[in-house]
């Protein structure tokens, strides 16, 4: 027979135009071959789709169809194979066997037939395994299978369909520290366990709940909300195991929640924000993981955004102002100094902890810093051609310059700008910066020093990994947490022992100590009688304008009452 006959044209019409799925697609098949293949000397039709793993699939993926078999038999020994390749998904291979009728022959015609047929066969669920991914694409969390955010929005009018939304809160999940999994274990390890997250958290929705993932480490769910404390009490308690060849590691997981009650007929997209927004006071608090949203927090983000937005046309209009809070020795003489940011907008001071931690969130923060290093620059110049002698000023830089490979030519390029001698500046970077992204934080330290600029460490003591810090970076100053003098002086002989080792260990390895945050006299003469550290804090002085610290320059004693 002719293959292109009305016969084939019936068959092809028969089978939808669209299916999303293959097996929509093969049950079509399987019903309208039954009527089409004996037409074509077909006995049976086997199909196998090999899949290897890809950022759509992560593990292989193979399925064994039989799209039709006769009621009367087939040779087995009589075979047309066909292997198809499929180009819009790489490494997808479809393969198509017929098996010849028994009692029946094929010929050269036949067998061409046959293979044209495949080839449709092939076209066909090509076809649907596309219209499947896009589906998916549109609609799933690629990397863990359940429903991606735009997908949770869009299902308002199925939910409002069963239940008011008034029903329902909104849970804005976030796995603390997840970060150090992937840094530790790798990415495979991080991405494997996000999978096993996402699945335990639809494991534990009911009927009518929904869980989302928005993107890197969270999560989203939508709970009745009769339920809301026995979801909380899930969460906190995940514990997840891994296990490949390489790794076998049992994670504990911690979380952070913000929760936002629907009123009626709000749409699922705001409390989706307004959740996030109870998350990041949840980040922000010590005691509590999980905050419900108020108003409060809307106003506080409206306030946070419109900083934002000013914050370009402030560094061009010079409203950071520099202070300078002196840091003194055991003979209580000014020897240094911290240069420390200060925003002056409409005759208002904005607090340091109202914007630095936003600008932390961006690059933002890279362009203040270098507008603080210039401005000290400046300031430094100014000095010495008053013939007023500077002490060695520290600028605090964002851990985010460590992306910049070319940091330690940026910062001296600024000094250079204005013939700053290396004597005169320090850089200061916090101690979480090593554990993030310790080769970076090496490689720029090591050039500091042979351009004998002087690096700090600040918050020395808050990590886990501070002594084998101290082994591996040649630093110049570490500052030690102010957390550490809060006892002082009712300090314990173990706050005394640990603080005395840290204090001669410095003095042992060439390493200065600035102990910052010292508040009164008990204070400094503790410490003084454990070593011979730099003091900073308010018992000397508050942080100052350039105007006021150029007499602490020109006067450089202090007089404080104490044992010195």
């Known amino acids: 027979m002719q293959l292109y006959n009305k016969d ?182 991080g991405d494997e366990l996000l999978r096993k997250i996402a699945h335990r958290l639809s494991h534990m929705l009911k009927e009518d709940e929904y869980v989302a993932r928005p993107g890197g480490d969270n999560f989203v769910a939508l709970i009745q909300n009769e339920r809301v404390e026995e979801f909380l009490t899930s969460i906190f308690s995940i514990r997840i195991n891994i296990s490949t060849p390489a790794v076998s590691q049992v994670f504990d997981i911690l979380v952070r929640a913000g929760l936002y009650a629907y009123q009626k007929n709000d749409p699922i997209g705001k409390g989706v924000s307004n959740a996030s ?60 100094c911290e240069a420390l940011v200060r925003w002056r907008r409409d005759g208002q001071l904005i607090p340091p902890d109202e914007f630095i931690p936003l600008l932390e969130k961006n ?3 890279c362009t203040l810093d270098f507008y603080v290093l210039e401005e000290v620059c400046k300031q430094i110049r100014s000095w010495i051609e008053s013939d007023i002698p500077p002490v060695r000023v520290s600028v605090n830089f964002s851990k985010m310059h460590l992306h910049n490979r070319h940091l330690a030519d940026d910062i001296l390029s600024v000094m250079n700008k204005y013939h700053i001698a290396a004597k005169y500046i320090e850089i200061e970077l916090t101690e979480s910066s090593a554990y993030e992204n310790f080769e970076s934080l090496s490689a720029f330290v090591h050039e500091m020093k042979s351009h004998e600029v002087f690096t700090s460490i600040d918050d020395f003591g808050t990590g886990y990994s501070s002594l084998n810090l101290l082994k591996n970076l040649p630093v110049d100053v570490i500052k030690l947490d102010k957390s550490f003098l809060n006892d002082i002086p009712n300090s314990n002989m173990k706050d005394t022992i640990v603080l005395r080792s840290i204090i001669h260990m410095m003095n042992e390895l060439g390493i200065r100590i600035v102990c910052e945050g010292v508040e009164t006299v008990e204070q400094k003469d503790f410490l003084l009688s454990l070593g011979n550290p730099v003091i900073q804090g308010y018992l000397y002085d508050r942080p100052l304008p350039a105007k006021e610290f150029e007499q602490r320059l020109i006067n450089k004693q202090y007089s404080i009452l104490g044992n010195t």
């Open 8 to 189: 084939f044209l019936d068959f092809l019409a028969s089978i939808p135009d669209y299916s999303s799925t293959i097996d929509e697609v093969v049950m079509s098949l399987s019903k309208s071959l039954s009527r089409f293949a004996p037409q074509i000397k077909i006995g049976k039709i086997d199909f196998r789709i090999d899949s290897q793993p890809s950022m759509f699939e992560p593990k292989d993926n193979n399925n064994y169809y039989m799209l039709f078999c006769s009621k009367d038999g087939y040779e087995h020994s009589k075979q047309i194979t066909d292997v198809f390749s499929d180009s819009n998904m790489p490494g997808n291979i479809m393969t198509f066997t017929s098996f010849l009728p028994i009692g029946t022959t094929w010929s050269e015609e036949d067998e061409m037939n046959i293979h044209i047929f495949h080839k449709s066969l092939f076209m066909i669920c090509s076809r649907t395994q596309l219209n499947s991914l896009v589906n998916k694409v549109a609609t799933q969390d690629m990397l863990t299978g359940i429903l991606n955010l735009n997908t949770l929005i869009r299902l308002q009018p199925k939910i409002c369909a069963t239940r008011n939304i008034d029903q329902y809160t909104c849970v804005f999940i976030n796995l603390k520290n997840f970060r150090y999994v992937n840094l530790n274990f790798g990415s495979e390890i």
């Open 277 to 336: 927004l109870a998350l990041l006071d949840a980040k922000k608090s010590v005691r509590h993981d999980y905050k419900w949203f108020s108003e409060e927090m809307l106003q506080v983000s409206h306030k946070n955004k419109h900083i934002m937005d000013i914050f370009p046309h402030a560094i061009e209009c010079h409203e950071f102002e520099i202070h300078y809070q002196p840091k003194v020795d055991a003979t209580s003489t000014l020897c240094g």
């Open 363 to 365: 690059s933002n923060i």
